[in-house]
């Protein structure tokens, strides 16, 4: 029988703890080993429907998706969400009034477990998302070992006659969901801090660059497993990584230009201060030059009154002495002022 997936990327709420019974990552996927070693995976079984609970990535970074599987013969079309979000509800026991999920990753997913004539499918596909007007021959398909899958305006359909090729559709699906919300709220947050000067940028940096050192992959397949590696990628293709990455990789460009200008601005800031200070204070208020400025002044006035007190001494002499005597001690003095006038030229 056919079922029907919906995914809720949890927003307001997380999963309950020891949820359901706990399934092998190991064996249902092939990821890296940061990925596989912080992903859970839990499973409980209703009357009509199967709750996956998906916990990826330890805090600040996780995020749980919980995934409803129904037979398709129950809920069709708009009906689905409806009842699938009453039963995740419940589940979460959530009281709160707002979405407990993200509506934009509000995703679907389409099991088909055996081969249907092309009527019967297109049925299904109307059913699955309540859209008569997709034409399943124009939606994109992969082939793999035995399975397929086709995307969908609302998701995507697979086709497999195991139902863990089905359930690794199902993690492929919520670990692209979880990182592309990842990056987009990256993305947000860092325009934001943006317009703080500086003030968290350099925090936001450094916490986006250590989700994509710790669980970050643009493809989190080993590429030694090449199936799984080709299924996720294709599931990926609607989430479009590669736009998304060089967004944030300008954003980041243009935050760490903000924070070198900060840096900058703060230092020269810092600069102007302290050079302020120093000429306000009477310690620096004169430089080397202006230092000897004072005593040379002070120098130059003591020497005019000696050269007075020469000139004074000069007259006097000559009453009482002949010329020759009074000329003989006016060089005198006038040689011993020019001594001291040289000697404190050189010393300067």
């Known amino acids: 029988m056919a079922k029907i997936a919906l995914f809720f990327l949890l927003e307001h709420t997380s999963l309950p703890e020891n949820f359901g019974m706990k399934l092998s990552t190991e064996s249902?996927?092939?990821?890296?080993d940061n990925v596989m070693r912080d992903i859970s995976l839990t499973k409980l079984a209703y009357t009509e429907s199967t709750a996956y609970c998906i916990r990826l990535y330890k805090k600040p970074y996780n995020r749980d998706v919980l995934v409803i599987v129904k037979d398709l013969d129950y809920h069709t079309g708009g009906n689905l969400v409806d009842s699938c979000c009453k039963q995740a509800a419940k589940i979460l026991e959530y009281k709160g009034t707002k979405p407990f999920y993200h509506e934009d990753y509000l995703y679907r997913a389409m099991w088909l477990p055996r081969g249907v004539q092309k009527h019967e499918f297109?049925?299904?596909v109307n059913s699955f998302s309540g859209n008569a007007d997709v034409e399943a021959g124009r939606l994109a398909r992969l082939n793999s070992r035995g399975s397929w899958i086709m995307d969908h305006p609302d998701g995507y359909i697979f086709g497999s006659k195991n139902e863990t090729d089905f359930l690794r559709?199902?993690?492929?699906?919520s670990l692209a969901m979880a990182n592309n919300h990842h990056l987009s709220d990256s993305l947000n947050r860092l325009s934001?801090?943006?317009?703080?000067?500086?003030d968290q940028v350099e925090g936001m940096l450094s916490?986006?660059?250590?989700?994509?050192?710790?669980?970050?992959?643009?493809?989190?397949v080993k590429p030694s497993q090449r199936m799984d590696y080709c299924e996720y990628e294709h599931?990926?293709?609607?989430?479009?990584?590669?736009?998304?990455?060089?967004?944030?990789?300008?954003?980041?460009?243009?935050a760490t230009a903000l924070l070198q200008l900060s840096h900058s601005g703060a230092d020269h800031s810092l600069h102007h201060r302290a050079s302020k200070t120093m000429k306000a204070d009477k310690r620096y208020a004169s430089t080397s030059a202006d230092s000897h400025s004072e005593p040379s002044s002070n120098f130059s006035r003591m020497l005019m009154v000696a050269i007075l007190l020469v000139a004074l001494l000069a007259g006097a002499a000559a009453l009482f002495l002949g010329g020759?005597?009074?000329a003989q001690l006016i060089r005198g003095w006038f040689g011993m002022i020019a001594a001291v006038d040289g000697g404190r030229a050189s010393s300067g």
């Open 28 to 32: 249902t996927a092939s990821l890296y």
């Open 122 to 124: 297109d049925t299904m």
């Open 169 to 173: 559709s199902l993690v492929f699906y």
């Open 192 to 198: 934001n801090a943006m317009g703080t000067r500086g």
């Open 207 to 220: 916490d986006i660059q250590r989700f994509k050192g710790s669980y970050y992959f643009r493809n989190p």
């Open 235 to 254: 599931l990926a293709q609607r989430f479009k990584f590669a736009e998304i990455e060089q967004m944030l990789a300008d954003k980041l460009q243009a």
């Open 324 to 326: 020759d005597e009074t």
